[in-house]
Nanobody, 118 residues
Framework: QVQLVESGGGLVQPGGSLRLSCAAS????????MGWHRQAPGMQRELVAE???????VFGDAAEGRVTIDRDNAKNTVTLQMNNLKPEDTAVYYC????????????WGPGTQVTVSS
């Protein structure tokens, strides 16, 4: 099993930027797809972006064009750079890791709060 810990959340003004990091430990490998999801109060959890071990990228609808995602397979980390943040980006951001063909490997971090407000 893989353990995930997010960092980098906080309060940012509209139009600002934020960088989130996720560190994975345990039986990690490049077979894992790593990604970021978010959940706002009263809303369903949604995909922000994910990246495969070979760095193929998938973006969710909400933040596409304003986020970049990258991973360091040697360090088992994944980062999410968010730019031009909007109040509607306010949510708890969760790191996720899963081997797509082994759904029992799915792991989630505890989440980090991002608040966009003036």
């Amino acid at each position: 099993q893989v353990q995930l810990v997010e960092s980098g959340g906080g309060l940012v003004q509209p139009g600002g930027s934020l960088r989130l990091s996720c560190a994975a430990s345990g039986r990690m490998s490049s077979a894992y797809v790593m990604g970021w999801h978010r959940q706002a109060p009263g809303m369903q959890r949604e995909l922000v972006a994910e990246i495969t071990g070979r760095k193929f990228l998938v973006f969710g609808d909400a933040a596409e064009g304003r986020v970049t995602i990258d991973r360091d397979n040697a360090k088992n980390t994944v980062t999410l750079q968010m730019n031009n943040l909007k109040p509607e980006d306010t949510a708890v951001y969760y790191c996720k890791a899963v081997i797509p063909w082994e759904t029992s490997t799915e792991s989630w971090g505890p989440g980090t709060q991002v608040t966009v407000s003036s």
